[in-house]
């Protein structure tokens, strides 16, 4: 009977000490174990993703004839002087030229220094004035408004006194969710700082500002995607406004890419493929004021998916392997 009792007592305080210094070592070997690989899972991650969403926009533009509208444009343009802009108007600014935008970010890959896109994936992008040809057949496949941040709270400086009414003061580096940029302005957060422009307005000459792929010498750039070498692939980011993100549609939510710093966006980016042009600059290529010859698409294709570090899939699996550094 006292035998009995005494096994019924339980874990004497020695006996608990043990316990939990055995499941400390077990602890610290699994984080020690895991340390440093959040990198790597990251790019795990996004091998399937990238697979996973060219899939879902392939899909999506055979099962609504079309590709997926209100993407985010990746630039900064000004608002100018319309206050309707907020009320959803999509009507060109008389300032929407290579001059009177940048960028959205682009400074910085560390943490807490420029925010917006990365500089890794901004500097595979040159930013310029869609040419009109291109514009309607964009238009024609579906893509008939991209999103815009605005210009004046695009820049790393204090800018209290220069955001329009309605949008936040700022800096990127400090909006709280990096990848609501391109939202409509939320009251009281520094925070959605985007409205919606039409790509193409027939009415007038005031074309879209875009993100153009730099296709690198002979095209290297181009034709390790699949691309012809002097094909022109207009890049814009998949965020929540997307038709084909929310509701009923393919995807609940705009899938993200985790390995970037945390003030920087971080949603999956369409390259476009709008047509060709044999202009060698990549300044003016794509551009209204192009000097070469383009011959666009009568129906604008998905060319493939980039990350948030302008690495395509053969690259994120390369990297994931250990086969590319």
């Keep these: 009977m006292k035998q009995m009792q005494k096994q019924q007592q339980g874990f004497t305080l020695l006996e608990l000490l043990v316990v939990i210094g055995i499941l400390a070592i077990i602890g610290g070997t699994v984080v020690a174990s895991l340390d440093g690989q959040e990198a790597k899972a990251s790019k795990g991650a996004a091998t399937h993703s990238l697979a996973a969403i060219e899939q879902a926009v392939r899909l999506y533009n055979v099962n609504e004839g079309a590709l997926p509208d209100e993407l985010d444009s990746l630039a900064c343009i000004s608002v100018g002087a319309d206050p309707s802009l907020l009320d959803g108007a999509v009507d060109h600014p008389a300032d929407a030229t290579p001059a009177n935008a940048s960028k959205y970010g682009g400074s910085s890959n560390l943490p807490g220094v420029g925010g917006g896109v990365s500089q890794k994936l901004a500097g595979?992008?040159?930013?310029?004035k869609l040419h009109e040809s291109f514009g309607e057949a964009l238009d024609n496949a579906g893509i008939i408004k991209i999103r815009y941040a605005e210009l004046t709270t695009c820049n790393n400086d204090d800018n209290a006194d220069g955001a329009p009414a309605g949008f936040p003061t700022g800096n990127l580096v400090d909006v709280d969710i990096p990848n609501r940029g391109f939202d409509a302005p939320t009251s009281g957060k520094n925070r959605g700082r985007g409205f919606a422009r039409e790509i193409h307005d027939p009415s007038d000459s005031h074309e879209a500002i875009v993100m153009v792929w730099n296709r690198g010498t002979n095209g290297v750039n181009n034709t390790k995607i699949g691309a012809d070498a002097d094909a022109v692939l207009i890049g814009l980011g998949l965020g929540n406004?997307?038709?084909?993100?929310?509701?009923?549609?393919?995807?609940s939510q705009a899938p993200y890419y985790g390995g970037i710093a945390k003030d920087k966006y971080s949603r999956y980016v369409l390259l476009i493929n709008v047509g060709t042009d044999d202009d060698t600059t990549d300044g003016t290529r794509a551009s209204?004021?192009?000097?070469?010859?383009?011959?666009a698409k009568g129906t604008p294709i998905l060319q493939a998916i980039i990350d948030a570090n302008g690495d395509f899939l053969d690259e994120e699996f390369a990297e994931f392997t250990g086969q590319k550094s």
């Design 124 to 128: 595979k992008f040159s930013l310029v």
């Design 241 to 251: 406004n997307a038709s084909i993100v929310g509701g009923e549609n393919l995807l």
């Design 288 to 295: 209204t004021g192009t000097t070469g010859t383009v011959t």
